[in-house]
């Protein structure tokens, strides 16, 4: 009746692949309907395998026992990966064995043929090292990157694995993306829905871990989530009482749930999941009636389950001495079995609730065509979003500036891009962490984000929370469905979501991270507020797109490139202070090469000297070098407004740009020097800030660290001199 | 009775100067002993300046009227200081001004004369932005830097300002920093207090705002305090309902009282606090019998009191009309005062405490006197952690490694380090965010930091909470006791604490941060724990010493600088895998020097070529040179371990060990190229990461991207060629 399993004994090879390979043509063979599970041929076949001879068995009990069966294997392939790839964090999957199972066998809508479908549930593993669980369940429920040539990584990403909807593993980040996909749901949903069309209906499922539960940002964000009121999020707290170090109460005593209710969280405890399943499918569905507030089920599970190192910390990584593999597998009645088995029926349970996905996805495309027939304007708009937020032509949209217009400060032009960006992008939507006056962040055509008021508004208002504004952003980037969130605070305050933006980066988000107040240059706030190493640091986060435009045309640019580029996230640094004037030589598309001439005297030959700057010290380059021309120098101005595009151009136009044989260089910019030198070279000279900032008015601090036009003249003439 | 007011109502230029002083000659007039409020000379003053004639008041009703008085004036001062300077925040100082006047005239033991003396309570605004209530309510007491001249920065500042015990402006830091003060009294508490001598007995008093609350960092030290049984830490919640961008309900809607007695704290509400002083001073009272649990109070204020933008997210910041600062004026009869006026009996009112303080200071330089003749051997102890918490020669105590050792990898070597000083140092004390295993950061011969069993512990277990950890650690460092506090997680988790970091540099708060796994040579773990640009990021942070050592010697150096600055903070990056070998030109006396010549063979020429390496990397520098050596090369080996160290050395010496005339050139080192190039010149070759890692084995890993001996070889002969 099923087909050979030949290849479900082969080595897994952890984390670099998994020879493992799910049997396809049996779906064939018992292609019933819906509720398979009930039907005889099924039955007749795990009665078989669990050699279980009394047919009378009622039809739910019997699914109890086969559902126990089935964590018996997820638990053995745990242990078999562990074994076999030397290492790993086996204690987790092994003791979450059952959540994972019955999310994935009898609770969660998706289709592994079409992993991305748009309206799947998604699920997080926030505690990211337990990642052998949610491998093991992508791989019985047939994803193809789970299979032959695996692609497994130590900890969850979103980029090399399909059914892995974020990269996870620095912990308390999943339940900060999560919140952002639960935002996207509940978001889109308003947008989109009618009475009689429900075309974005998902949950969220997220797993946390201790570790998640102790880091600020889950606190953050969970915070935020039942302010927001999203119901269908569902956290699963794995209250393990283990980490690293040992038993939780060396640094852990709270009430959680006491604490998550707090919050406006409605929680449920699962108290003996391991022998009784049933009690978390029925927290899963006390969650479903919910509708004003995020569930939080606290399951209460044995680390390192079935291991002689269970409830232990020691089972939280490493390997198992073979007697305790021995022990485990007799416990489970496996110990005939190879290594890497995977019980046939397995793979024919897990097919029941994929098949349920593939019917659910199918019907959910007749509902779109149903939508587009009857509500065809916002079905275009839902279409753009599918089709990943961005029209023809939208660039066209962001404004020009001409020398004649008034001067504004970096974060003014932003303010202006934005919000005309806001009217040709559907998916723009973002907040700041309560500077939206400041950083000039708002969409004032439209609502804030607020339910049961206006949950379709595209402004959010994060309160507080760097670090959950960044991870939720996170989410909404990831969400799959076009959204293209911005989030905004001071760049100093990058400082508080940096591992959120490295995750931008690693995991493809193309978050618009909005950074005003970006040099000593917003003055009365002093040191505590202004930044000096924030550029550097961040420029040097691989895939992160830094830029520091100098006037509007160059934030412009910014944003064209920003938006342009969906999987990868762009940070812009802007000004507080009012920028010198609207500069002649920039331009969006000098922007879009990182690095370009904005102004040069020197004809055919080469320049004497180059300044370069960014940002607000551009128009002192500008000054300096018109001072400059006038005593008859050649001068070159370049602003060097993003290093990594620049770094991506061609040898030749980078030659063009700084040639090699202009030895004589000034870059200017109220940040740390770090990296100056790859562009002024050994002889060139490097204004920078070399220490922390002062309070005091802004030209009182821009010319207590030397960034005038006097001292870039000065300094630019003595390397003239020599 | 009074002597001359003069300089009262001279000008406050803020954030720059205080040009107000306050008058001390008045002290030797009225130097009553303590209850000074009820005296009659006093009391026959206030009756004077307040003109109430009805004498029979009673004492406790009088006081009511004066601290009434006392806190308009106190609310004048912020009004005058935000005008004046034109710039500031101004709303909580006005909501908190009775907060701060019962605090600093009624509650906390303090000497102005000596602002550092060890016993004193400490104060601290988390919500750093509100600073003018504590520069108003130091000036008042008597603080010497906030008199003329003053030094008032725009956030609060320890290293500008007396009376300052932290750096705060970056919202939650200070709460962090709180619990770090309340754990260094506990602690040194159950060490040295003794039944008949209670030598550390003080109380910490930390003000924390809404954004405070909502940010990650503050609940993590919250769930810490109340696990740590911190009872004498007092939180004061400014319950006001304004955050910048609106009323708190935009993005808050926690029960905060629910939720930090969900954590294990005490929690109290102060309802009227404008009209009723005395219910703040009943929270207080009613924490002070707390002998389990840290206290929260909550005290509900209106935001600008007094303005007309009271109560509105309005008065956060910025200045007041002038018909607004006139009726504030006539609200608390005040009209005909200049600005600045400060009344001169308030003076005498605060100096009734701190005359109290003063008082305090003297006793307990008798009880150290007692506790010196009683406790001889614990007083010589307490007496090494008063004058910073070095004896001398204790850097002899730091192991050293011969090349026939077994080689180990560096966070190997640091723990050795770590726990040979502890022997001698008793002032280091610290843990690691639950990673004490991996991060090998744990004195074996002391106990864990745990009340009631072990506060005398000197492990901290912080769970998993790398924010907090370095927000407390510099906490531990400023209380100024002599503590040396050092703080451990993995590098790539340095992200989830940059800025308190940043604040540590900021502040002098001489943490040593032990990073370890830190490079992609992690291995398994893959890319999100792999760090690549937190090197860069983190050297370019003013005034933190980041080290890179390559083994044991240079481990044991970087120890060496790291303790003996005190007021520095350290970051020592480690690796998790093996290094190859102990390298004989290794010495802790060159890592004070930050770089130097490992090898040479070029006598009296100069090198041909130069590698410069860190880290784990630096043996293959050094492998790769012994290859070329043998084809006849003059190859120079340079560890380059901190790059701040190497930058303070003298001009000679910088050329000595990099000469000019050397432009070939090749750096080693498994992170980011950011800032190499300063070393390696514009021909060097920077061999480094510019992607994020994979997850593999340790030696795939380095294989795959290049770092072999072999790949250094290569690049050195092509340049070579060259």
Known sequence: MITQLSSSSLLWQYPISLPLL??????????????????????????????????????????????????????MLVVDSVQHAKTGHPGMALGMAEVGYVLFRHVMRYNPGNPKWFNRDRFLLSAGHACLLHYVCLHIAGFQSLQLGSRTPGHPENVVTDGVEVTTGPLGQGVANAVGLALAEAHLAARFNKPDVVLVDHRTYCIMGDGCAMEGISHEAASLAAHWKLNKLTLIYDDNHSTIDGHTNLAFSEDICARFKALGWNTVTVENIHDNMDSFKDALSYAFTEYQKPTLIRVKTIIGKLSEKEGTSKAHHGTFTEDDVRRMRQKVDWSEREPFHVIPMVYREMQIQTDHGERMEEEWYSKLNYYQSKYPEEAAEFKILLNGGLVHGWETSLPKWSASEPVDATRGYSEKCLNQLAKVLPGLIGGSADLASSNKAYLHDYKDFSQPNSPWGRNIRYGIREHAMAGISNGLALHGS?????AATFLTFSDYMKNSIRLSA???????????????????????????????????????????????????????VAVANRDVPSLIALSR??????????????????????????????????????GSEL????????????????????????????????????????????????????????????????????????????????????????????????????????
């Not at 064939?28 to 078989?48: A, G, P």
């Not at 076009?482 to 911005?486: C, M, V, Y």
């Not at 000098?590 to 001439?597: A, K, W």
């Open 22 to 75: 799910r049997p396809t043509k049996f779906t064939t063979q018992i292609n019933n309907k819906s509720k398979t599970v009930t039907s005889y041929d099924h039955k007749l076949c795990w009665q078989e395998e669990l050699k279980v001879q009394d047919k009378h068995t009622d039809d739910e009990s019997f699914q109890r026992i086969v559902d126990k069966r089935c964590v018996d294997n997820v638990r």
């Open 482 to 486: 076009g959204l293209i969130p911005f």
């Open 506 to 560: 690693l995991s493809h988000a193309g978050v618009i991270y909005i950074m005003t107040h970006d040099s000593i240059g917003l003055g009365e706030d002093g040191p505590t507020h202004q930044p000096v190493e924030q550029l550097a640091g961040l420029r040097a986060v691989p895939r992160l797109l830094v830029f520091r435009p100098a006037d509007g045309n160059e934030t412009a640019g910014a944003y064209k």
């Open 577 to 614: 202070q009012k920028v010198a004037a609207h500069l002649e030589g920039t331009s969006a598309s000098g922007v879009e090469r990182g690095g370009y001439i904005v102004s040069d005297n020197s004809g055919k030959d080469l320049p004497e000297i180059i300044l370069i700057g960014t």
């Open 619 to 722: 128009c002192l380059c500008e000054g300096s070098a018109k001072t400059l021309r006038k005593e008859g120098r050649r001068m070159r101005v370049v602003s060097l407004v993003s290093w990594q595009l620049f770094a991506q151009q061609p040898k030749e136009y980078k030659e063009n740009v700084l040639p090699a044989r202009v030895s004589k260089r000034v870059s200017v910019e109220a940040g740390s020097p770090m990296g100056w030198r790859e562009y002024v070279g050994g002889q060139g000279v490097v204004i920078g800030v070399e220490e922390f900032g002062a309070s005091g008015a802004y030209l009182d601090t821009f010319n207590k660290f030397g960034f005038t036009q006097e001292n870039v003249t000065r300094i630019a003439k003595s390397l003239l001199r020599e």
